[in-house]
C-alpha cells in the first residue's frame, strides 16, 4: 500500500475524536463501584500530552488519564492533580482500583494488545535467547600481550 492520506484513511490511521463508552468496577476499602466512563482512544493528540507531560516533569500515568477520560462534550474530568491528589492533599490520590480500571478501558477502547495475526512476528527455529542467565563461563583463552607492556 502507497502511503498516502486516503489509504490511510480507509485502513485504519487516523482515530476518531469520539469517546467510546465504557464501563468500570472497583474496589475501594471492602466496597464495590461501577461507573460509565468516556474514553478518547490514544491518537497523536496523546503522544503530543504524553511528551508535553514529560517535558514538564510531570506524571506522565497521571497526564495519559487526564488526556483520554473525558466527559459527554469532550472535555477532560480530571486534571493531572486530581489524579495525583495534588489538586486536594486533603482528598488524596485516585485509588489504585480505579485507577487500574482506566487505564484498563483506555488500552481497550485504543485495541492495545490485540494484534491482527499477520502483524504478529513468530522468532526464527534455532534463535537463542539473549539472557545472560543462559550464558556460558567465560573463556579461559590466554590474554595476548599488549603492544606496551610495562617494565
Known sequence: MKLT???LAAHGGFVSRKAVEKEIKWSHEGQEFTATVNVLPLSYATAKSDIVSSQLKSDPLAARIAHCIVDDEGAPVFSVG?????????RGPLSNGLTHELLRVIGEASSLG??????VTKPNSGTSSSSTASAGAPSKKPKSASATQSS
Open 82 to 90: 486530581d489524579i495525583t491528589g495534588e489538586a486536594d492533599p486533603e
Open 114 to 119: 490485540k494484534h491482527r495475526a499477520s502483524s
Open 5 to 7: 492520506v486516503e489509504n
